[in-house]
């Protein structure tokens, strides 16, 4: 059978089918911990459930325009513009289903056959199969390990050529929490700016940050205007709002860039989801509701991902982690105990499921065979016993060696 070009560099997602794998194996009567996941496991604020019940039941289930209502993107643009203390024009904002059409349309519009793009490695495993949709050429740069893998400009001048036309860009970070300083963002941004390449910045776990000196992690709208060249801020309500499945992301950039998305997701999905539009508009609308509801669940997060490290640290202490400033990851390092038969993080990570039934996403694809990914969006008492089970396991490997 032979299938289009486009999508002949098109890789399933890992965290997806790992996440899958998981189900299926529980739903076979397996004991799974499944730390997988990259979605809270909070519900959805019942403020902003009960917003889409009354819109449903007002009629709002037909067509919207096909960037959004006008009431939610005002209210997105009130909502980024408060945080970033500058005004932002609703026009200039599109609502998509969910953040990765966002990051999606960016890339098809913008990028195309002889584009390389620089993807910031570790990377979220969906960015290179954009560039890819968008017949461009992803090139991977990582920043150094003891930096957190987080980009300089000399980092950036060493990749880059004349076909280099984009940068995708993630902080707080996925799979590796770490965060860019404002003085990271504005050498990045500068770079970019004076190389004439568009810098896409991923914010979408923004307001999952742990930070003593201020509320939410660095965005690229704080930076001095002089700053900052041609860009696109993409961001949404799964991650901070707990509403992964409702589908809510948003993209914000220059007029000319929206209506090159507008007509583009026109004739793709046209509008995201009438209720979860409704939905959206109480998450981003409702401010001071909101923002109590974001805090309970970072408090939550923190409290995890001091739980998890403390773990690790007295646990496993042959692995070596990141700690994350933001989001709900811990990117570990398990090359430590590769060995005849299980080598590379895949095979590690299927030896782990099939001994202890702890699932994690390898490192590989996050563009690093040498660590794996575990979220710590769920319960304590999984995550203590999901740490304990692969100690076991590892304690069993070291000692056979």
Not at 309 to 315: E, I
Not at 326 to 345: K, N, P, Q, T
Not at 368 to 382: C, E, K, M, P
Request: include cysteine; aromatic fraction near 10%; proline fraction near 5%.
């Amino acid at each position: 059978m032979t299938f289009s070009s486009n999508i002949a560099r098109l890789q399933p997602s890992a965290t997806l089918a790992v996440s899958s794998l998981a189900k299926r194996l529980r739903s076979e009567g397996r004991d799974i911990i499944d730390l997988s996941a990259g979605e809270p496991d909070f519900d959805t604020p019942s403020f902003i459930s009960d917003q889409a019940i009354e819109g449903i039941r007002s009629g709002q289930t037909r067509y919207t325009p096909a960037s959004g209502t006008p009431e939610l993107r005002a209210a997105i643009a009130g909502h980024i513009g408060a945080v970033a203390d500058r005004h932002i024009d609703p026009g200039d904002v599109v609502v998509t289903s969910g953040a990765k059409q966002a990051m999606f349309n960016a890339a098809f519009v913008l990028f195309g056959p002889g584009d390389d793009v620089l993807v910031a490695t570790p990377y979220w495993t969906s960015y290179p199969q954009m560039v890819y949709l968008a017949r461009a050429e992803p090139v991977f740069v990582r920043g150094a390990e003891e930096n957190d893998f987080r980009l300089t400009p000399a980092d950036l001048e060493a990749a880059a050529t004349e076909r280099t036309r984009g940068l995708i860009l993630c902080s707080p970070g996925n799979p590796t929490g770490a965060v860019y300083s404002s003085e990271d963002l504005e050498a990045v941004a500068r770079w970019a700016k004076g190389r004439g390449v568009w810098l896409i910045a991923d914010e979408i776990y923004r307001r999952i940050y742990y930070g003593s000196d201020r509320p939410v992690a660095p965005s690229i709208l704080e930076l001095p205007e002089d700053a900052l060249g041609p860009f696109v801020l993409v961001d949404g309500a799964s991650k901070s709002f707990a509403m992964t499945g409702w589908r809510i992301g948003f993209l914000y950039s220059s007029p000319e860039v929206v209506k090159k998305v507008v007509a583009l997701q026109g004739h793709t999905t046209s509008n995201a989801a009438a209720p979860s539009q409704a939905a959206a508009l109480a998450a981003f609308g409702s401010r001071d509701r909101a923002e109590a509801a974001v805090a309970e669940m970072v408090a939550a997060f923190q409290r995890r991902r001091d739980l998890v490290t403390g773990l690790m640290s007295d646990l496993l202490p042959e692995f070596t982690y990141l700690s994350p400033g933001g989001a709900f990851y811990l990117f570990f390092r398990v090359d430590s105990v590769y060995r005849e038969g299980c080598e590379g993080s895949t095979a590690f990570c299927s030896w782990l499921l099939e001994e202890t039934g702890v699932a994690l996403v390898p490192g590989v694809a996050f563009g690093d065979d040498r660590f794996v990914r575990l979220s710590f969006a769920t319960d304590d008492a999984t995550l203590k016993r999901g740490i304990e089970r692969m100690a076991t396991a590892v304690r069993g490997v070291l000692s056979a060696t």
